[in-house]
C-alpha cells in the first residue's frame, strides 16, 4: 500500500512474507490509520529537513514493513519498459526469485535490470525506489 501526503511524502506498507504482496486496499480506506500517518508526516516535517530520498522511518512489526519517505519527482521516461515492469513487481513484494520466475528471465538479469534502475533514479533500496516511483 502507498499514501501519497501533499506535504510530498510517500508513505509505504507491505507484508514481509514473500509473495504476500502490498496491504490490502482496506487500510488505504481506514479515516483512523490516514489520520495517524498525516500527524506522523507533520510530527517529521516538524523535526527539520530530511536529506535526498532517504527513508526517514524503516520499521518491521507484527509482519509488515513501514517505510516513510520524502517523495521525489522523477522523469519515469529514463525507465525501460522492462524496468518499470520489474519496479512494479518490486514494488508489488515480489522477491528477485519471483520476478525471475514471472518474466522467464534469469536472477542475473533480474539483479541487472535494479542496479540500473537504482542509478537512473539515484537510490540504493528497494523502498527508495518504490517511493520515487510512486512520487511521480
Do not use: C
Not at 524503516?58 to 521525489?72: F, I, K, M, N, Q
Not at 520489474?86 to 528477485?96: D, E, L, Q
Request: proline content about 4%.
Amino acid at each position: 500500500m502507498l499514501m501519497r501526503f501533499a506535504s510530498g511524502w510517500a508513505f509505504l506498507v507491505w507484508g514481509l512474507t514473500p509473495g504476500e504482496g502490498v496491504v490490502g486496499e482496506a487500510v488505504d480506506q481506514d479515516e483512523r490509520v490516514r489520520t495517524l500517518l498525516s500527524a506522523l508526516v507533520r510530527r517529521v516535517r516538524e523535526l527539520g529537513p530530511v536529506e535526498g530520498g532517504a527513508p526517514v522511518l524503516d520499521v518491521s512489526e507484527l509482519g509488515l514493513r513501514v517505510v516513510l519517505t520524502p517523495a521525489v519527482r522523477v522523469d519515469v521516461g529514463v525507465l525501460s519498459p522492462r524496468e518499470l515492469e520489474v519496479a512494479r513487481m518490486v514494488g508489488m513484494g515480489f522477491t528477485n526469485k519471483m520476478i525471475a520466475s514471472s518474466l522467464g528471465i534469469s536472477l542475473y538479469t533480474v539483479s541487472t535490470h535494479l542496479r540500473r534502475i537504482f542509478a537512473k533514479l539515484d537510490v540504493s533500496t528497494r523502498a527508495a525506489m518504490v517511493a520515487v516511483l510512486a512520487g511521480r
